[in-house]
Structures are given as structure tokens and as C-alpha cells.
């Protein structure tokens, strides 16, 4: 590939300049006269980091970097060797610059109970901090247009990330080497820079190509007054890339890799990659591109004020995929599974772009060696012979008041995004079983009296995490939710006081379709607590009854005890409504029926193609039912269930709930079989 910008050429306007080495610390002293703190690769602890430093001196004069599958060393050049005094030909530094503008920790939340008992709610967001790169790759400067795409793309947005990005300075250098572990050329990423940059240099003998590839670069060389690179110059600078780029060894074969790599969900070689991988996570600390987080929450003695702190995450943590009940990806091979489909595969789907930038950290880092080129080789196979390829990234938009490129992307669900939080009274406690709890919640929000059925509100107290809580009803004067004892934040929240006061955002996530089952046979079928989600949809069923045919509610629970809404579902009886009850176990004092709740259908006939059916409950109850009901002609278009458990962070910038191309609450969570596909029953996915 010839990069889109020559060095023949000019960028943007601005001639290509000659930049002396010796004069490589007026740059320098030049960003650090507007106000910047300077970061570029220095020698730390053996290897080579992004940090901060005051003068060129501190750069990596002389070193070299030395690396393989589990391997890296930084060496220094022989006095002798040609280009021995050279300060980038080092491939790039294993932090990279996300520290920078993604830090690995940072307060994202404040809460503080104040004397009335009111709440102060703060969503925290770092002033801008004016800061310059120097020495970013092409591949680092790929990743960053990741970043863009993925935290300030939207739908949502991380408030954090915008305001580090604001006035981010960057020096980019072309890569003049590259060790064994890169793959840049094969993903499309470098080693030529052609986008993301301020100001580029190629290091070449005496000094740099420069040029100007943004009007503040350009500004920023015409200070420095530096003579015209000569032809010669110019063309040293544009040989060393190509030489850079040939020389490049094992790549990825990325044509029609997604479609490869998500056909073969089954293959073998996972288990044979978990006997090797540690799940240690080293591959994703290293990479550019990886963003999941979870949030730790700190209280004082009394618990009266906490901040939550989001904090880098990993999906091969063993807490990564913990839901209630046990995590949906216990084994390594699935956490595995998960990372590599998700950075070369459903990558695509949600952002519009791989994943991976070629940088080769994770091959580097990996302690014990294992080579994500081989993998994709042997998992997704030899690329077709067809013209089929990876799917295409949506072309870059600007956006509006920043530097950030972001990336266009198909239109999300109709749900709200919202970060910021409500204060809202918790107006009546109404207990339903030992374990479980309706709060009936006063708010005069308009966003959280306009929630539809089916949405969910995220929770925020002192001292406690923040769960997320679907909505069981839907009132003119606020909400109910109905939350069942599971954890620390839930256990409280259950055992919670009239009069106390709570943070609610939302409302979010798709709601029911209600309106797909306007004259058609209307099944509810709920499982468990599961029919709290499924309880403000009831209500507008019954609410326009005319607009239905026959209203079927099918109800499973543990032991007659753990029934909810019992009064409300007697008066119901009485009215009429076919409402059927069964529990997995009871004592001689039940006269109802037990068993699992599929019993509920024996003997009914396959008749359901004029039947829309809305299902909740645990995911093993769930799969059952859409399987009976599928045996039933239920149209799988017809038949809707939400997946809200696999929830953390509500907006889709966590990465706990990624299921196959999805962000269960982004676009869930509620979602048609049709949809999900083979991903419902795909197991640990």
C-alpha cells in the first residue's frame, strides 16, 4: 500500500521540513511553551513506556527493541552499528499513549448523603489537561480513532474521555523498523501515518523529515524555522517506510475474516489455546484498542459519601462474566473465545472497524508465547478464494467543537443514554417474599415518568455499587421497581426505608414491542423474578385489552412462597384473565400445579402463528420455552425475551454484556429470537 500522504508531497498545505536531532529538544521546549506536558517513550524498568519527560535527552537514544511470541528486549545498538544513535527505531512502547488519554483508574462518580437526607450527585470529568505526544506509531494513532469511535462516537459517551482528548497534541513518527511481532501493513494500519496526526516525522540520518499535517502542526514547525528537506531527504523518508512495511513477516489474512473467524464459535483449537493461555490478561493491559471497565466503589466509616471509580477491566478476569448465579463464561476457552471474536470479529458490527491495530503487544506480552496470527490462521482458515472481505468501516465524520474522529454507525435503539442522575424519594416499601422487595419510587423526572415497559433505571447510593434495575411499573407519579435480595447493593436496596432518598438514570434500553402484538394472541411468560420486568407490560396490555386477542399469562416459580404479586394476580383471576401457575417444588398445602413451567403447555396444539409472546426469566428457562414455543409455529419475529442480567454499566462502554455482535444494554435488552439467531443457544458466548 503507497500511504495517502507522500512525503513528496505537502500535507496539508505545509512543505516538508528538515528537523537537526540536535534541535529535537526545541520541539520540545516549543510544546512545553503552550502549556502542554510532554509525553513520549523513555527507558523504565527495562522497557520502553509512555511517560512524561522535560527535555529530548530522556528519549531512547541508542535503544533498540528486540522482540518475539512471550519475548521482549531492549538492547542497546552497538556504537558501530549504522543508526546507532537513532531514538525511534525501537517499535513501539508497550503502554502506548491509551494511559493517556484512557487511564487505567479515574473517579467517575461522587455521591454524598447531605444533613436533610438529599442526595449530591456528581458526575465527575477531569478538566481539560493541554498534553502533547511525541513518538506515537501508526498503529497507536489507529487505535486512537478506535478510542474516538467507541467513547465518543456515541450512542453514549464516556465524560471523562472527551475532555482528555480536547487539546491532545500529537507527534507521530513513522515507523523506520519493525520487530517480528508487528503486523501493521496486514490490518491497514501503517506503518506510513495518515491520519491523526499533528506533525509527522521521519527519522532519517541527522534528523527528521517534518510536515505539518494539521493547521496547529503547521503553525507549530513555522515557529520552529526550519529549513526545507531536500529531495533527497524526502525521498530517504519515503524508501524507509516502504523497506518498513516489506519487511514485515507473518501477518493476518484479513480478508472475510469475520465471517470466518464467527463460523467456527466451535472449533477444537479454543481448548487447546486455554491449555496454554494463563487468563492473566496481560494481552489486554498492553492493547491500544481494549476498554472494558468495572467500577469500585469507596465509602467512608459511616457511609455516608463514596466515589466510584472506574478502573480497567479484562474479559479474561474469572469476575468479568459474574452474573447472579455464576458467570456465563466460566472456562478459559470461552474468555478467550470472547477476546480474539471480539477484537477481529464483532468489532465490526458495533463499531464499524477491526478491533486490532497490528501493533503485536499482545503477541510480545503474552508470557507464554501464544501468537494471535497463528490462531486467526488456523481457527478462521485460509481466506476464500471469493472477493469476500472483512466488513467495511463507515467513513470518518468530525465531530463538532473537537479534534476527534469518530465514526459514523447505524442509528441505535430508541432508548435513552442519559449519565446523569435523579434524586428520587422512595415513597412506599411493599415486601412480595422473603427475598424480594417492590419500591415504589416518587419523581416528577418527565424522562423517568416517559420510561416505556420493559426499560430499566441504573441505582446510585452511597457507599454501593450501582445496579441496574428493570422497571416493574410505570405510574403517573414515578416508578416501582421490584428488586430481589442477590448482592451487597440489592440486599440494601431491599431492605431499604420510606423517605430515603436514591439516584436513578434512565430511563434506558429497548423497551417491550408492544405494539408487534396488536391483534394478535397475546403470551406472557414469566419465570421467577422474571416477571417484574414483564409486569409494566401486563399493564398496558390489560390497559388497551381492545386492541388484543386472547391474554395467556404463564407463570413458573421455586416454591408457592416465592410467587410475586399475588394479590394482584388473584384479583386478575377473578376478572377473568387466563393467568397459569405452576412451582418447581411444594408441600401437601399447594393444591396448584408443580413442575417446570414448559408443563404449562401440555397438550396444546401447534396453533401460535397468530401468537406474539414476551419472555423473561433465567437464561436455561428461557431457551426452553422459545424452543416450546417454536414447536408451537410461535414466528421466532413474534417472539421477544431480555436478557437484562448480563447488565453493568447501562450504556454499552463497559463491555460486560457483549453478547456475540451486541451490547446487551445497548441494544437490548430486549430482543426477538429472530434476532438473536444461534447466539442464544451458542454456549458461553
Known sequence: MVSERQWGATGKGAAVRFLPVDRLDDLVTALRGDGRRVVGPVVEDGALKMAEFEHAAELPFGWTVRTAPGLVRLERRPADAQNADRVFDNGPAWSGIKPWTF?????????????????????????????????????????????????AGGPAIDPDYPSRRADFFVVAVECALATSTCFCASMGTGPEVTAGADVVLSEIDGGFAARGDSAAGTRLLDRLALEPALDVQIARATEQVAA?????????????????????????RWAEIAERCLACANCTLVCPTCFCTGVEVASDLDGRASTATRAWDSCFTAGFAQVVGGSFRPQ??????????????????????????GCGRCVA?????????????????PAPTSTATAPQAAAPVLVPGTRILAMARPAAHPGSTRIDYV???????????????????????????????????????????????SISRIRLDGLELTIRAAGPATSFLARIRPGTKLALRGPLGRPWPVEDAYGRDVAIVAGGIGLAPLRGMLDQVLAERERFESVRLYIGARTPRDRLFVAELDALVAQGVDIRLTVDRAGPEWLGRVGIITELFRGAKP????????????ERMMTAVTDLLSDLAVPPEHTWLTLERRMECGVGLCGHCQLGTRFVCRDGPVFSVAELGSDLRQESL
Not at 244 to 268: I, K, Q, Y
Request: glycine content about 8%.
Open 103 to 151: 487511564p487505567s483508574r479515574v473517579d467517575a462518580l461522587s455521591l454524598e448523603t447531605r444533613s436533610d437526607g438529599s442526595l449530591a450527585v456528581r458526575v465527575e470529568a477531569p478538566p481539560a489537561t493541554a498534553t502533547a505526544v511525541i513518538g506515537a506509531r501508526a498503529c497507536d494513532l489507529a487505535a486512537l480513532a478506535v478510542h474516538d469511535r467507541v467513547l
Open 244 to 268: 518498513t512495511r516489506a519487511s514485515m513477516g507473518l501477518g493476518v489474512d484479513a480478508d472475510g475474516l469475520h465471517d470466518r473467524l464467527l463460523a467456527n464459535l466451535d472449533s477444537p
Open 332 to 357: 478459559h476457552r470461552d474468555r478467550y473465545r470472547q477476546w480474539l471474536t471480539h477484537k477481529f470479529g464483532t468489532w465490526f458490527d458495533q463499531f464499524g472497524t477491526s478491533g486490532c491495530v
Open 365 to 381: 506480552w503474552c508470557p507464554v508465547g501464544i501468537d494471535v496470527r497463528e490462531e486467526l490462521a488456523i481457527i478462521a482458515g
Open 423 to 469: 434524586e428520587t424519594t422512595v415513597a412506599a416499601v411493599r415486601p412480595e417474599t422473603a427475598d424480594t422487595t417492590t419500591l415504589q419510587i416518587a419523581t416528577d423526572d418527565p424522562a423517568l415518568l416517559a420510561a416505556r415497559p420493559g426499560q430499566f433505571v441504573m441505582i446510585a447510593m452511597p457507599a454501593f455499587a450501582i445496579p441496574p434495575i
Open 607 to 618: 396453533t401460535g402463528a397468530n401468537v406474539t409472546a414476551f419472555v423473561c426469566g433465567p
